[in-house]
């Protein structure tokens, strides 16, 4: 019994997040708290910091393909 309550819990607590997640209302793409992942669960370390250092790395690589298309752009004509 202590099995089921376990994963209904934790199906419960990823329905939220998702549900937290997809809100049109929530916080802006580029918010501070988004790429340092105060949303992510801070019990879980390994989630916590793996979440930090995959945001920030598509934050970087988003960066650098915009400054690539910019320098293509410009000196391709």
Known sequence: MAKRHDSDAESRRIIERVA???DPGGTSFLARD?????DADRSDPIEYWGTRIGRAAGLLIAIGLLIWLVLFVTRGS
């Open 20 to 22: 937290r997640e997809t």
């Open 34 to 38: 988004r790429v340092t992942a105060a």
